[in-house]
Structures are given as structure tokens and as C-alpha cells.
């Protein structure tokens, strides 16, 4: 079974530019969760969606947005970079919106790594 | 103050040493705990879920949590060369979507032979 997908791995945008990182979950899983990563702050969350809808959004500016596909497949855009904005974007995925078991815990992606000169 | 706390490290033993691996959260609504494991250059894996207080064990690793202390533990026995990575703890609050995980900064594992 293939894992969570993520596209490009790599990328190197300037300031002012703007980014779209895509994300295919694991196949039958309904549900993915964007994350940031970086040294200074570690892992935050971006959104969640679910269903073609964003059920749940973290505590970044509005020049970042995400939407679902109907296939379950998710891009994240951002918009005006700043150099602030590299970091490694990791998508997960999860089978179910409600199950909390241990089966239903995120997958994570290998991340797409964006650097902002 | 971040909602978990874990100390970055990092953390350097010989092959064979038991490691222990901790975190404190704040939030009481914090009911499922995970450890991660990531590599250099990939994503998170899970390593470990737990849901209740008390031990659970997986091979050489055991998670251990306290939810009266809100203490979360990860212990590594016989660690190997390739348990180096950085670990990562993560909460769930009860009252969130399941797709939000709240993280520790992660930390750093270095096991030398």
C-alpha cells in the first residue's frame, strides 16, 4: 500500500512569491492534516480537512490556505513569501473522521522541504 | 507557554544503554499520547499510542503516562545504532478534530556503537 505522497520534495522560492505543495493520502483514508515543521517552533498545525471540507485551522496568517479534493487529495498554498516561511511542510493522513483508536492515528508524508531566499 | 514541553536534547548513549525520553503537556483534555519517530530527511512514524494512564510495551520499547503529573515517557531498552533519530511526543485534546496533534519540539537520539 502506498504511503502519503507528497510533491515537490524540494523547492526554492524568493520572497513574495507564492507556493503550492500537494499531498496524496494513503488510499481510503478521507482525512489529511497539514503541518509545518521547523527547528525554532518543531511541528504546528496548519488545517485539517475532511471531505472536501477544512474542519480545523491553526494559528497562521491568511497567506496560507489549503482546500480537499472530491479524490481526497489535498494542496496547501502560500501566498507573499517570507523568508520565515521555510520550513519542511509535512501532509498526513488518517482512515476516519471519528474513530480516536490507535488505527486512526495520522500518517505522515516525507514532506515537501521549501526554502525562501 | 507551548502546550507540550520536551526537552530537545541531544541525546547521545552507547549501544545496549537504556534510554528514557520525556515530556510534560499542560492541558488536562489531553487524552491520547503518541510517540514519533522521524529520521533525517522523512516524515514522522508512529512509534507507540496510548490512551489511559499507565505502561504500554512494544518490543523494546515501552510509553508510560501519568496523566495526574501530565508526564508522558518513552523508554527505549537495548537501544541500537539504528534507533538514532529524532522522537517526537504528541497529545490529542479530547475536545479537538482528530487531525490535530499537538507536538513536542522533538528530541535528538544519537546511539554510537
Known amino acids: 500500500k502506498a504511503g502519503v505522497t507528497q510533491t515537490p520534495r524540494y523547492l526554492i522560492k524568493t520572497r513574495g512569491q507564492q507556493v503550492t505543495l500537494s499531498c496524496s493520502p494513503i488510499?481510503?483514508?478521507?482525512?489529511v492534516s497539514w503541518y509545518q515543521q521547523t527547528p525554532g517552533q518543531g511541528l504546528q498545525f496548519l488545517f485539517e480537512y475532511f471531505s472536501e471540507t477544512q474542519r480545523n485551522k491553526g494559528n497562521f496568517p491568511g497567506r496560507f490556505s489549503g482546500r480537499q479534493f472530491s479524490n481526497s487529495r489535498s494542496e496547501m498554498n502560500v501566498s507573499t513569501l517570507e523568508l520565515g516561511d521555510s520550513a519542511l511542510y509535512l501532509c498526513?493522513?488518517?482512515?476516519?473522521?471519528?474513530?480516536?483508536?490507535?488505527?486512526?492515528?495520522?500518517?505522515f508524508g516525507a514532506g515537501s522541504r521549501l526554502t525562501v531566499l | 507557554q507551548k502546550e507540550v514541553e520536551q526537552d530537545p536534547g541531544p541525546l547521545s548513549v552507547p549501544e545496549g544503554a537504556i534510554v528514557s525520553l520525556n515530556c510534560t503537556y499542560s492541558n488536562s483534555a489531553f487524552q491520547y499520547f503518541m510517540w514519533y519517530r522521524q529520521y533525517s530527511r522523512k516524515g514522522p512514524e508512529l512509534l507507540m499510542y496510548?490512551?489511559?494512564?499507565g505502561n504500554k510495551e512494544d518490543g523494546r520499547f515501552t510509553a508510560q503516562v501519568d496523566k495526574s503529573s501530565k508526564y508522558i515517557s518513552l523508554f527505549i531498552r537495548d537501544s541500537q545504532p539504528s534507533d538514532s533519530a529524532t522522537y517526537l511526543c504528541?497529545?490529542?485534546?479530547?475536545?479537538?478534530?482528530?487531525?490535530?496533534?499537538?507536538f513536542g519540539r522533538g528530541t535528538q537520539l544519537t546511539v554510537w556503537p
Open positions: 496510548t490512551y489511559s494512564s
Open positions: 488510499s481510503g483514508h478521507r482525512s
Open positions: 504528541a497529545t490529542l485534546d479530547r475536545g479537538s478534530t482528530l487531525g490535530r496533534l499537538y
Open positions: 498526513a493522513s488518517r482512515p476516519s473522521d471519528r474513530d480516536s483508536s490507535g488505527a486512526n492515528v495520522l500518517t
